[in-house]
C-alpha cells in the first residue's frame, strides 16, 4: 500500500483534469477500474459539472531569474484551479495572491479555487519573508476549459444485490494521508474481496462535485445501499475514528462500533462537515454511510500542507485500517436475522454432540455458550451481531454456533440484519 | 424591577381581599391588566371560593399596655386568614395560637390556615421567651365574609393564537423573594415584548385556589397553550432552577435546557409539589408548564420568614432571570421545523454567495456550519432547537442560518417545533 | 430454614428416583404437595425422559481392604447417573473415571453425566495423591432403568388465576446452598402466603429436563404466568443477585430492582446460562421470569464441592432472602394501575381530612406527598410502582396512599400493573 502512496504523490490532482486521469490509471494497474466521463456542462443535482483545468508548469521569478516558487518542486505551490497568469508585477501587487502559514512558517498550504475564478500561489511564510520588492515574473501555465469530470468504480459482485459503498475521494494532489492512503486501502481491501455475498461498490471520485455526479447518476439506485464508509486520512499514526452515518443506528454504525471494540478508536456523532459522508447523508438521500479515518478531518498539523508527505503515512497504519475494514466486511458478509426451529426449551445439544457430556464443571465453554445465546436469542428479530453485542461474544464465535446448529437443523436463516 | 419589589412589600396580601387589590393596581400601574373578580360560594373544578378575608390591625398587648406582637409593624405576625379575636388570655391559653422559629429565633415565621377557621400569631422564638405570663389583650381586627377572589391577566397578543402562559402567585403577605420579585420579573417581560409571533398571558392570581379558579373558567381554552411557567423566588442570589413540566419532554423543557446552558443552573423532575405547576400539570389538564425559580422552593433559610425582606432579592439576580426568560421567548418565538428545499446532496451555497471561495483552510466559519447543519437536518422533522442541540451551535447562529437559506429560496418553514 | 437443609443434605438425589423422592417427601411435611410422576421415554419438548437412577452403595476398597473412596461418607463421591460398576482395576486403569479439583486438594467436586452413560468417581486431590496403584475393587451398586421422573407443585390460589411461578431445581446431592438453601426458602415462603390476591405456584423440580418436563405438560397454561422466579443459592454470606428475565423489563425485573433497592445487591442481564431461568425463557416461552440467588452461579470457590456444607449457608441469609421475596410478593399483591376520579386540578384533600390543615410550612409529611404524587400519576397509565419509582417514596407509602384516596372516592383501580 505504501509503495501505491508513493507512486501517486507527485500527480497534480484536482476536482477535474488530467491528474485525476492519472490517479485512476495507476490504481487501474492494480484494480480494473470502470471510468467515467461527465462532460462539463452537465446539471448534477444543485450543481454543473464545472471546467476542466490542467496545468503544466508554474512559477514566481526573482529579478535575477530564479524561480524562488516553482510548481515543479510541489504542485501544492499553485492554487487549485487557478486561471492562467502571466504577467511581471512587484511583491505588493502579488501579494493578494499569496498564501501561506504564519503559525507553521517552514510548510507550504494547500489552498484551491474551485468556483471563483482566480489565482494563487502557496509558498512557506519564511520564503515569503525572503523575498524584496522584485519585479516578479509570475506564469501559471494552466487552461479551464470544456472537459469532463472523472470518477470510476470497482465493483465485487456478490449473490445479493445489497451493496456496501467504500468511496474515496481523489482531488487532492500531494497531499499522503489525504487521501492517497485512503485511495491505498480502498485498493487492498477491494483485492482481498473473493465473491462475497454481498456487493462492494468502490468509488474513487473528486469530493463533493464527485459524489454530488455519481449520486446524480445514480439517484435511483441508491436504496440498494445496505452500508457505507467514506474512507479517508488512513493512514497517519492515529487511532481509528469512526463517525457515525446522519441516521446514528444505521448497520454500518453497528458494525463498526463493534469491529473498533477491541482496539484503540473514537466514535463521533455525524456532523454535516468533512467528507463525502455530507453528500451520502445529505437528507434526501440519507444513506447509510459513516467515515473511518484515524485521526480526522482538520485533526492534526501536517492536515492540508506540505508535511503531509509521503513520511507521514505509515504501512502499520494503513494495515491496521485494512484489518479493520476486512473485520467489518466479514461481519457485514456473515449478519443475518435466523429462527430457532426448536423455540421451547432449549433443545437438546447432547444427543447432536454439540455439548459436552460431563456436567456440574463450572467453567463452560466459549462454544458452547455462544450456541446457547444463538439458540435462546433467535427468533427472527436479532441477528447475529445483536448476539454478539448482547452476550459480549466475539461475532466470530456467535457466527460458528449458528453454522453448527443450522448444520444440525436447529437453526434456520430467516433474513438480512435489521 | 427592584423597586416594584419594595412599593409592593408592605401591602399585606393572602388568598382574597383587598391586599391582592391594592397588588394588581401597583402592578396595573406599569402594565394594563384585566381584573376578575370570582364571588365566594363559586364552585371551581373540586374547590369553592372561599369567604374573602381583609385586616385592618391585630395585636397582642402586654399588662403594660405594650404591643409586644404588632401587625402594624409585619403582617406576618398574624396567621393568614385568621379569624377576628378580641379577648384577655394568659400566655398559657395563648399558647397554642402562637407560631415561632426555635431554630431561627429572631425571624418571624410565615402562617396560613385558610381552609380551616382558626385564628393565630407569628412571632420571634426570642420576643416569646421575653413574655411573661400576663394577661394578655389579643386583638385580630379582621373580618371573613362573602366577597371574592380577585385574579388579573395581561395578554400580549401575536400573530398566532398559541399561547405561552407565565404565572406567578399574589398571594403572599410581606416576603419579597416569594414572590414579589417573580411578580417584579414577569411584569418587566410582559412590557417588553413587543408584537411577538405567539400570544404571551401573563397570570397574577393567588396560589392554587387561583390557578384553579382560573382553569375553571378557561377549561376549554388549554388547549391553546404551547408552553408555560410558574414563576417564584426569582430574586435570590442563588443559581437558576427549572423544573420540568408532568411531560418532561415538552417544548418548554427542552427550550429551558437550552437557555440555561450557559449560566449556572440545576434541572429537577417535575414533582406534584411547589408552586401552581401542581394544578397546570394535574393529570386532566397536563399541561406543557415548568417551574422557573432561583433557589427553589424551601431551599433557602429565609423561605417563608420575616428575613425574606427586599434586601434578600438583588436587582442583578432578577435581571438575570429576566434575560434568562428573554432568552427562552427568542426560541419560542423563532423555533419552528423547515424543509430543505434541494435535499439530495447540499446545494451549491457558494454560488448564491453563502459561502466562503477559498477552500482547503482547516477552520471553518460558525455562520457556515450552521448553514449546512440546518440544511442536512431539515427534513421536516427536526427544529431549529433540534438543530441547534444535535450541532452545539448556540440557537441564534441556527436561527441566522434559516433565515439566509430561506432568503436564498432553500428552506421553507413547515411547521411549529414538536 | 436451616433445620431443613440440614435433614434434606444427607439425601443422595439426582435427576430422577428415589432421592427426589425423599427429598419431596421432606418437603412435603411441611407443605402439601401434588407429586407428579412422568415415565421413562416420555417426549418432553425436544427431551425424552430418561431412564431412572438409583444408587445403594458405591466405593473404592484398596488391597487392604479399606474403603479409600466411600458412598455412604459423602454421595459426591459417585459421578451422578454413573452405571453400575463391579470391577477390580490398577490406579491407572481407575484413572480416567477418576475426578478431583487440583486447585482446592481437599475437596470433592460434583460431578453428573446423565446423558452419556458411563461411570465415575469424584474425591479429594489429597487422597487421590495418597493412593498406591492398586490392584482396587470397584463397585458403583446403581440400577439404571425405566422408572419416572418426579417432580412436585404447591399451589396457594388466589383470587385471580394470574400466575407467580417459583421454581426451584431439586436434584442436586449433597450440596446445601445449591440447592437445599432454596427449597427452604422457597417453602417458607409458601407457607407465609394466606388467601392472596394472584395464584403462587411453587415448582419443586429437577434442574433442565424437570423444567422442560414441567412447561411440556403446562405448555397452554403459560400465559398466566404474570411473574417469576428460579430460586437457587439463597443461602450463603453474598449479598442477593437478580438476573432479570429474557425481556430484561418485565414486571418482575421492575419489582426485583425495586425491592432490592435498599439493601446490597447485584442485578445482572439475563443470559442463557445458569438455572431453569434458561428454559422459561427459551424463546418459544419467553416468560416473565428471572432469577434471584445471592453469590450467583459458579461465583463462590464452594460452589459444587464438598464445602457446600451446611455450614456454608447461614439462617440470617436464608431470612434475609425470604425478606427480601416476601417484599416482592408485597408489591406484586399492591400494584396495579389507578384513575384519578377529580383529575382536573388538585382534589381538596383538607375538606376530606386528607391534609394538614396549617399552611406555609416548608416541610410536608411523606403520607401528603405520597397523596399528591399518587393523584397526579394516576392517569391510567402508570401503576403505583412506577409512581414509587418516579417519586423516590417507598412502595408502602404509595400503597398507602393508593387506599387512602380510593377510600375518600378520589381514586379507582382501573388494572394490573403493565
Not at 146 to 168: F, N, Q
Request: net charge negative; proline share 6%; with cysteine.
Amino acid at each position: 500500500m505504501h509503495a501505491l502512496v508513493e507512486r501517486l504523490f507527485p500527480v497534480c490532482r484536482s476536482i477535474t483534469g488530467d491528474g485525476v486521469r492519472r490517479t485512476l490509471e495507476i490504481v487501474g494497474e492494480r484494480l480494473p477500474l470502470t471510468v467515467h466521463e461527465v462532460p462539463t456542462g452537465t446539471q448534477v443535482l444543485d450543481w454543473t459539472v464545472p471546467r476542466e483545468w490542467n496545468i503544466r508548469d508554474a512559477w514566481i521569478k526573482n529579478p535575477a531569474g530564479d524561480r524562488v516558487v516553482d510548481f515543479r518542486r510541489s504542485n501544492l505551490h499553485v492554487v487549485g484551479y487557478s486561471a492562467p497568469v502571466s504577467a511581471t508585477m512587484t511583491l505588493a501587487e502579488l501579494r493578494p495572491h499569496l498564501h501561506t502559514l504564519p503559525g507553521q512558517p517552514d510548510l507550504v498550504p494547500y489552498r484551491t479555487s474551485y468556483y471563483a475564478e482566480t489565482w494563487g500561489f502557496c509558498l512557506a511564510q519564511r520564503v515569503l519573508d525572503g523575498l524584496g520588492e522584485g519585479p516578479y515574473e509570475v506564469v501559471i501555465d494552466s487552461t479551464l476549459a470544456d472537459g469532463a469530470l472523472t470518477y470510476a468504480e470497482h465493483v465485487v459482485p456478490g449473490r445479493s444485490d445489497k451493496e456496501v459503498l467504500i468511496s474515496c475521494h481523489v482531488c487532492h494532489p500531494s497531499l499522503a494521508n489525504d487521501n492517497l492512503a485512503g485511495i491505498a486501502v480502498a485498493t487492498a481491501l477491494a483485492a482481498r474481496l473473493e465473491r462475497p455475498r454481498l456487493t462492494y461498490r468502490f468509488l474513487f471520485a473528486p469530493g463533493t462535485i464527485g459524489a454530488i455526479t455519481w449520486l446524480a447518476r445514480n439517484r435511483d439506485r441508491t436504496g440498494r445501499i445496505k452500508a457505507g464508509l467514506t474512507l479517508a486520512c488512513a493512514g497517519d499514526r492515529g487511532a481509528l475514528t469512526y463517525k457515525r452515518s446522519r441516521r446514528g443506528d444505521a448497520g454500518i454504525d453497528r458494525v463498526m462500533a463493534h469491529v473498533l471494540r477491541g482496539r484503540p478508536h473514537t466514535i463521533v456523532d455525524f456532523s454535516p462537515y468533512g467528507y463525502d459522508e455530507r453528500q451520502f447523508c445529505s437528507p434526501g438521500f440519507d444513506l447509510p454511510v459513516g467515515s473511518l479515518t484515524r485521526t480526522p478531518y482538520a485533526g492534526y498539523p501536517e492536515y492540508h500542507t506540505s508535511a503531509d508527505d509521503p513520511g507521514f503515512v505509515t504501512p502499520e497504519a494503513m494495515a491496521d485500517t485494512l484489518e479493520t475494514l476486512w473485520q467489518a466486511v466479514q461481519v457485514l458478509e456473515r449478519d443475518g436475522r435466523y429462527e430457532n426451529l426448536s423455540p421451547y426449551g432449549e433443545p437438546q445439544l447432547g444427543r447432536r454432540g454439540l455439548y459436552g457430556s460431563l456436567g456440574g464443571r463450572s467453567d463452560t465453554k466459549q462454544a458452547q455458550l455462544a450456541m446457547l445465546w444463538v439458540l435462546n436469542q433467535s427468533d427472527g428479530g436479532h441477528s447475529l451481531l445483536d448476539v454478539a453485542e448482547r452476550s459480549g461474544l466475539p461475532f466470530q464465535a456467535v457466527a460458528e454456533a449458528a453454522d453448527a446448529l443450522e448444520g444440525a437443523g436447529l437453526l434456520k436463516r430467516v433474513g438480512e440484519s435489521g
